[in-house]
């Protein structure tokens, strides 16, 4: 095996841009670059590492649950002798690089924020044998303290860098259909308390929101389109550019080009947006050329949690996008914070009410989590100065005020965790069979008995969401009036074999039976 400059150690679910972005930077330089998944087992890292002798080893650190595995990854492989500049980086180091660079010694330094730029810079200093403390927008120790050098803008224009490495293919397929992350635009203008991007993007000079060229956005699709049969675009934006006039003419522009590309019919795309960035004509144009899925960040369906979470929306907001969306025919995901600092077990109620009104089709599954105070963000500042901050880093938590609820939320979460958190959720399987569905739909595959088979989904779905639904509002009464316990576990573990089996048994004959058609649509024979 040849040697590398550097070795990137990232999380590679569904693909890494991050890491892709970094490695493509290196590689345009003429640096040898290799990336690993961090998944992998440590001793096959260490192999990797003793055969690849880097200069620089980087570790992407974009989950802050992570930072222990990561802290305990470091310590092996420098107690096995890999010698190299450890350095880490992603919004978690970037914000708090004192802390990481306290908790693993291993670690030389931390790149703070955008790493393209200043990961070639460090790397071109160590290869060099330069001094590479005086690197703009890096930390690292020195003694007791920690420095941080001055912050290095963000990159002004994307579409200056190349596009990302995908070493690893994403994984996701739907129905033969190889689906890939990419992201047309970097930042999010908007302040929600909970989320760490203005955090990440806004501590340092330059425009928070930086949108790439929708001809080089289209450029990279067709690439991907035709060397790699991708069909299916996951955009990872924060905020997909629909917003306003601006919004319109990027949207035009990129449809065009869509088209110009041979790819208006043939492709299909998902983004994601905030509610009141959807609006009727141009989510229909967008429709028209392969938009099927659109997340929308609701997170919640009470006046005072959408306060809470500082979104800026009404509930009625939400409700108007959503009804847009069904309007239109274009399937939407969500994103809901069930319970959030501000809940009460009448703000429960209430998101309950919602979670029904937006799931009344049974077209998609309800989901919900518990918003976490990620580090850095304006809610963690919050808790933490009304001292209901609970947990550690890996495990960041809080107290809600009423303590009924404490107790009532680690008694749901037990029970309804393993259904709708997680990739192999129920409500994952659910959303995955809603997303064959749309894809069958959307290219009119010509597959026999799609509205029964609809129907069905829809029948399974409802039982599963009025399943949840009841769940919450049944032990929200039990917990409100002083009682403190759920039907036991062994129950929800059968209902969500129950579910799931309904699922598999409805969802595999039907694709064996169009097996055929569907394979003739990707130009396969059985
Ligand atoms: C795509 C995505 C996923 C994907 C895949 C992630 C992957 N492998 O890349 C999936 C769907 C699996 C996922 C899952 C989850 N995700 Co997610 N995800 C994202 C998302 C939307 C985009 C990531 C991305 O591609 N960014 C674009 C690249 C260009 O930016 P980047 O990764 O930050 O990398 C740059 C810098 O950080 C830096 N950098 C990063 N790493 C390194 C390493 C080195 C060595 C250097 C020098 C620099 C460097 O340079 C890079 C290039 O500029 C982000 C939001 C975001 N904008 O980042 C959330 C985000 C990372 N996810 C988040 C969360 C919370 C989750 C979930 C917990 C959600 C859930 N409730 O289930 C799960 C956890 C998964 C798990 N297994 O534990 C949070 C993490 C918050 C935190 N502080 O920990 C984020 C930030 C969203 C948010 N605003 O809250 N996610």
């Given at each position: 095996?040849?040697?590398?400059t550097?070795?990137?150690?990232g999380f590679?679910?569904q ?16 640096y ?10 440590r ?37 096995n ?30 790149v ?14 160590l ?13 690292f ?6 420095v ?26 739907v129905l ?11 930042g999010?203008s ?10 990440f993007y806004?501590?340092?000079?330059g ?25 299916i ?12 006039d ?6 035009g ?10 790819m ?9 947006c905030?509610?009141?960035?959807v609006e ?12 099927y ?6 997170e919640?369906?009470n006046?005072a949690?959408?306060?809470?979470l ?14 847009i ?24 109620r209430?998101?309950v009410?919602?979670?029904k009104r ?6 998609v ?10 580090a850095a ?9 009304e001292?209901r901050?609970?947990?550690?880093v890996?495990n960041?938590d ?5 303590p ?11 029970r ?9 959720s ?8 809603w ?9 009119s ?5 799609l ?5 069905s989904?829809?029948s ?27 039907p ?9 074999r ?5 699922l598999?048994?409805?969802r595999?004959p039907?694709?064996?039976r169009?097996?055929?058609?569907l394979?003739?649509?990707l130009?396969?024979?059985?």
């Open positions: 095996m040849p040697h590398y550097a070795v990137l150690v590679q679910e693909g890494n841009l991050g890491v892709g972005y970094l490695a493509s930077t290196l590689a345009q330089r003429g040898a670059v290799r990336v690993v998944d961090f998944r992998e087992r001793e096959s890292v260490l192999g990797i590492m003793r055969d690849a002798q880097p200069a620089v080893v980087g570790f992407s650190v974009i989950f802050q649950y992570y930072v222990p595995q990561f802290r305990e990854l470091a310590s092996y492989l420098r107690r002798g890999v010698k190299g500049h450890f350095c880490a980086g992603g919004h978690f180091p970037s914000l708090r690089y004192e802390y990481i660079l306290r908790q693993v010694p291993e670690l030389d330094s931390v703070r924020f955008e790493g393209e730029i200043t990961l070639a810079e460090l790397v071109q200093c290869i060099q044998g330069r001094d590479w403390h005086g690197v703009a927008g890096i930390a120790r020195d003694g007791d303290r920690c941080a050098t001055q912050p290095r803008p963000l990159i002004a224009d994307l579409d200056q860098i190349p596009f990302p490495e995908r070493p690893f293919e994403s994984g996701l397929t033969g259909r190889k689906a890939s992350p990419l992201m047309a635009s970097r999010c908007r302040a929600c308390s909970f989320c760490s991007i203005r955090q806004g501590q340092v000079p425009r928070k929101v930086r949108i790439r060229k929708p001809g080089r956005v289209v450029e990279e699709m067709r690439a991907l389109h035709h060397d790699h049969g991708v069909s675009f996951l955009f990872q934006d924060d905020d997909f550019p629909v917003w306003g601006f919004g319109r003419r990027w949207v522009e990129f449809i065009q080009a869509l088209r110009a590309a041979g208006g019919r043939e492709v299909l795309w998902k983004i994601s905030r509610c009141d960035e009727p004509e141009l989510f229909t144009r967008m429709r028209d050329a392969g938009l899925v659109v997340y929308l960040g609701i919640s369906g006046p949690g959408l306060r809470m500082h979104k800026r929306l009404t509930v009625e907001d939400n409700l108007r996008a959503v009804g969306l069904q309007d239109l025919e274009i399937a939407f995901t969500y994103g809901f914070m069930l319970f959030d600092p501000s809940s009460t077990f009448t703000t429960l209430q998101n009410a919602f979670l937006i799931t009344a089709a049974s077209t599954p309800v989901v919900f989590c518990r918003m976490l105070p990620y963000t304006p809610i963690e500042h919050f808790l933490a100065t001292g901050l609970r947990g550690t890996a960041p809080y107290d809600f005020t009423d009924r609820l404490n107790a009532y939320f680690t008694c749901l979460n037990e309804v965790s393993a259904c709708i958190q997680g990739s192999d129920l409500a994952n399987q659910l959303n995955f069979a997303q064959e569905y749309w894809v069958m739909r959307r290219l595959l010509r597959v026999s008995g509205p029964d088979y609809e129907r989904l829809r399974v779905t409802s039982g599963y969401n009025d399943f949840i639904l009841s769940t919450v509002e049944d032990g929200a009464r039990e917990f409100e009036s002083g009682g403190d316990s759920l036991p576990l062994a129950e929800f573990h059968e209902a969500r129950r579910f799931s089996s309904q598999v048994e409805l595999d039907f694709v064996l169009n097996q055929g058609v394979m003739a649509s130009n396969v024979s059985e």
